[in-house]
């Protein structure tokens, strides 16, 4: 009995982890018949799962969505929940989590029963959530949950594109994994047309079905391909390249430098080296003003020339002069600016 059910927790997980198997995938994996499959899914159908099953050579198993929720140890309310915070943690990108939920999501979206989706859809539509004020364009849950699944089946997929530029580009490629970064979503894809691995926006990306056929694993571009997409989106795009040392940590340094902003390297206990990208040298100035953070140029030496440039601009406006700005930083009454409604207690 608990070699049965030990088999079907097995053959429940391997239908979870692909779209669709055959059944001698099946029994090659649990080291059965074909004939034991056939009972297990039977099983499984009792117990509440909804397993498809496709006829002749290319056929195959497939867990589905069915009329009612499979024995997950959750009822109505708790499965909605956990949907509704999935889908929360997939498109606002919380740190340490986004990824992870995106895959869980679409596990469970995969079981469940149509009146429960229909309850996540409109908590989803119908709730406004408060964010900060630099917001990019919005991911649509559902479209990274279709990626998740091509990634996780190994299925070609096929898109449009929008560019920085605005202009669509139709795209196929091998989907390999979903990075997230305090902002933005990103596709690592090995392009077909071009040979090459890249990097999408997924807030860019419209899925074109169909997708598929299957494809074999490739070698990714980077073991650590949280710091590809880093470097990719903060260095390689950008016309203008430079490295700087910080005066500081670099555990410091991290606090104050979005990863998509640029890349840091340790450089001994109380510095680190900066490589960072813009589309010039004066956005690279103020690039590195805003960080707050001392540093010396390493390379190009012309961002040298640069930040004399902007030193001697901003000595001019000062010498021409202008209103104190002590009592700007103070608050002419000593009160903060701002209003607003004032919530609830």
């Not at 670099?250 to 510095?271: I, N, Q």
């Not at 440039?309 to 202008?322: P, Y």
Request: proline share 8%.
């Amino acid at each position: 009995m608990l070699e049965t059910s030990a088999r079907l927790l097995r053959l429940l997980s391997l239908l979870q982890a692909h779209r669709e198997w055959s059944g001698a995938e099946l029994a090659e994996r649990l080291g059965v018949t074909a004939r034991t499959v056939r009972r297990d899914v039977d099983r499984l159908r009792d117990l509440g799962y909804p397993v498809n099953a496709s006829p002749g050579t290319g056929g195959g198993y497939q867990l589905g969505a069915g009329a009612e929720l499979p024995p997950l140890l959750l009822d109505d309310d708790e499965a909605v929940a956990v949907a509704v915070g999935l889908r929360t943690a997939a498109g606002q990108g919380i740190e340490g989590i986004g990824e992870t939920s995106v895959r869980a999501l679409a596990k469970l979206e995969q079981v469940l029963p149509a009146r429960l989706r229909r309850r996540v859809s409109a908590l989803n539509d119908y709730t406004v959530p408060m964010l900060r004020s630099f917001r990019p364009s919005p991911v649509d849950p559902a479209v990274l949950t279709e990626l998740a699944h091509l990634c996780r089946d190994g299925e070609r997929l096929r898109f449009e594109y929008r560019g920085h530029d605005g202009a669509v580009s139709r795209r196929t490629v091998e989907p390999h994994r979903l990075v997230c970064t305090e902002y933005r979503w990103y596709l690592v894809a090995w392009d077909l047309d071009r040979e090459d691995w890249r990097t999408f926006r997924v807030d860019r990306v419209t899925p074109r079905p169909p997708h598929g056929p299957r494809c074999a694993p490739r070698t990714p571009p980077a073991e650590d391909l949280a710091a590809y997409v880093s470097e990719g989106v903060s260095r390689r795009v950008y016309a203008r390249q430079a490295a700087v040392r910080l005066l500081v940590p670099h555990a410091e340094a991290a606090e104050r430098v979005s990863p998509s902003a640029g890349t840091l390297e340790p450089d001994g206990p109380d510095t680190c080296v900066l490589r960072a990208g813009a589309a010039s040298l004066d956005a690279m100035v103020v690039h590195l003003m805003m960080t707050g953070l001392p540093f010396e140029v390493l390379e190009p030496a012309a961002l040298t020339g640069a930040i004399r440039a902007a030193r001697d601009r901003l000595d001019a406006a000062l010498a021409r002069g202008g209103p104190d700005d002590r009592d700007e930083r103070s608050g002419r009454d000593g009160t903060a600016r701002g209003g607003g409604a004032v919530p609830e207690p």
